[in-house]
């Protein structure tokens, strides 16, 4: 061993400190340097340039429910049932999803209420495989839908997916009619399906059940559509026009009701609960 390697080895206890990587964070809108404690604080918006950041299950159900609620169990599917394998076996990249994820899958439901009004609130999470969607993602919004029905609540549904989980085959993509008629199911039941579109939705989440909301919400700059830009312009030979598929693009052409900051977005949830079950109760 060398003189070298002995010296690192003998310096081994001592405690890591913070550095410049654990205390600051690039802002991806505006490259600024930002104070990371006081970006969290801010709800993981930039006070630069107000770039809405991705965040977390678990920093959701925080920012919007009240204290209190209570996570809904994950449901039990099979892990691997094509038995898919491409660069990496599909059962060990659900592992390694799992080790680096508070949550089972994408999806994850919570009960409790919104500035006092009963909700089940559904959160897609980016952070696990992208947010795609496959069994467990819709066996989990499904049940999230029959537990709103029983509580006779609203559903809301926070969407962030890269689309349908491409590991599972025919199976990930059934999940987009069966999502439907679980939506169908809450209407027919009076109660109101409101989704929040963040960055980004796309692929078959947005063909599905994130565009069937009775009020669609979107958080500001949040990347919506179905197929990817490059993929349109190779298509339709044009260029795409400035913002295309960003949330304020949508609003400004009838796709969306609502765009929302983060920090307005629980008082704003609040608002529509209170009136779509008043107006659906009279």
């Known amino acids: 061993m060398s003189w070298l390697n002995k010296v690192r080895n003998s310096l081994s206890f001592i405690q890591k400190r913070d550095t410049t990587d654990t205390l600051w964070i690039k802002c991806p809108g505006c490259s600024e340097m930002l104070f990371i404690k006081d970006y969290h604080d801010n709800l993981s918006v930039c006070p630069r340039c107000q770039h809405h950041g991705r965040i977390g299950t678990d920093a959701r159900l925080a920012q919007l429910l009240d204290p209190g609620f209570a996570l809904m169990p994950a449901p039990v599917v099979r892990d691997d049932p094509l038995k898919f394998r491409d660069a990496k076996r599909y059962a060990d990249r659900i592992r390694q999803a799992r080790a680096t994820n508070p949550h089972n899958d994408a999806y994850t439901n919570a009960l409790g209420t919104i500035d006092g009004h009963p909700a089940m609130v559904g959160v897609q999470d980016?952070?696990?495989m992208g947010g795609s969607m496959g069994m467990?993602?819709?066996n989990a919004f499904?049940?999230?839908i029959e537990r709103a029905i029983n509580e006779r609540c609203a559903y809301i549904a926070v969407t962030a997916a890269g689309g349908a989980r491409m590991q599972e085959?025919?199976?990930?993509l059934m999940q987009m009619p069966r999502t439907t008629v679980a939506i169908s199911r809450l209407h027919a039941a009076g109660l109101p399906y409101i989704v929040v579109l963040t960055d980004p939705t796309t692929g078959g989440v947005t063909a599905s059940y994130a565009m069937l909301g009775d009020i669609q919400i979107a958080e500001p700059g949040a990347l919506i559509g179905f197929a990817g830009q490059r993929v349109i312009q190779d298509t339709i030979r044009e260029k795409l026009p400035a913002g295309f598929q960003?949330?304020?693009y949508l609003y400004d052409h009838?796709?969306?009701d609502k765009v929302v900051p983060r920090h307005e977005l629980k008082a704003t949830l609040a608002t529509l609960i209170d009136y779509l079950t008043g107006a659906r109760a009279a």
Do not use: N
């Not at 085959?169 to 990930?172: A, H, N, P, W």
């Open 126 to 128: 980016f952070g696990f």
């Open 254 to 256: 009838g796709m969306i």
């Open 136 to 138: 467990a993602v819709g």
């Open 169 to 172: 085959g025919i199976l990930s």
């Open 246 to 248: 960003r949330a304020e």
């Open 142 to 144: 499904i049940a999230g």
